[in-house]
């Protein structure tokens, strides 16, 4: 069973206007939350964070909004950069004693000049 | 400049042919993780370690082996290389904070 699901493998979005990107979870004992960024030829860098006692956290173009009830997640870039285009991954932290993430399977944002 | 560094790079075996993978942080990290990345099947966690001298398995463990004789290294194995272990490989680190430092890959390919 994936824990973490991005159900949108890709997304195009003209410059200068709102991209988001979602991210489902199976466990509300998921305590933490982040995404990350990848280039091609490159490892992920992270983007942003949230705890499950938040419900926003913003960070200049970049918002992730945590919906505990619906168990969804997701990130706004707002406006949208061609530099943004990129592979989102949305990943979890199982519980307060795990010491891994676990990654949904990607998101492939491409954004039009 | 400080990170996670993976070597090699690029490599092509031939079914049952052994390689290793290494890896190497500098900043002091506990810990350590290798991951394989698929299409359509996200990051998979394979093996990790929480300091030195340790190891444990994550999701899709079979077929590699790790050892972490270093708290700067982890190493992945892989005995008998299969085709269905052509993937890139990513490894991370994990200090105090929830985040990781990857390294930028090792795409690897069997024939």
């Known amino acids: 069973d994936q824990q973490v699901k991005q159900n949108s493998p890709s997304l195009s979005v003209q410059e200068g206007r709102i991209s988001i990107l979602n991210c489902d979870y199976t466990n509300s004992m998921f305590d933490y939350f982040l995404w990350y960024k990848k280039y091609p030829a490159e490892g992920p860098t992270f983007l942003i964070s949230i705890s499950s006692i938040k419900d926003k956290n913003e960070d200049g173009r970049f918002t992730v909004f945590l919906n505990k009830s619906a168990k969804h997640l997701s990130l706004h870039i707002v406006p949208s950069q061609p530099g943004d285009s990129a592979v989102y991954f949305c990943?979890?932290?199982?519980?307060?004693?795990?010491?891994?993430?676990?990654f949904g399977s990607g998101t492939q944002l491409t954004v039009l000049p | 400049n400080a990170g996670v560094t993976q070597t090699p790079k690029f490599r092509v075996l031939k079914t049952g042919q052994s390689m290793t993978l290494l890896c190497a942080q500098d900043?002091?990290?506990?810990?350590m993780y290798w991951y394989r990345q698929d299409p359509g099947m996200g990051l998979r966690l394979i093996h990790y370690s929480v300091g030195e001298g340790t190891t444990a398995k994550g999701e899709v463990p079979d077929g590699y082996n790790v050892s972490r004789l270093k708290k700067q290294n982890f190493l992945l194995g892989l005995e008998s290389a299969a085709p269905s272990q052509t993937s890139v490989y990513f490894c991370?680190?994990?200090?105090?904070?929830?985040?990781?430092?990857f390294g930028s890959g090792t795409r690897l390919t069997v024939v």
């Open positions: 990943a979890v932290r199982p519980g307060e004693s795990a010491r891994q993430l676990t």
């Open positions: 991370a680190s994990k200090g105090r904070f929830y985040g990781y430092t």
């Open positions: 900043m002091n990290h506990e810990y």
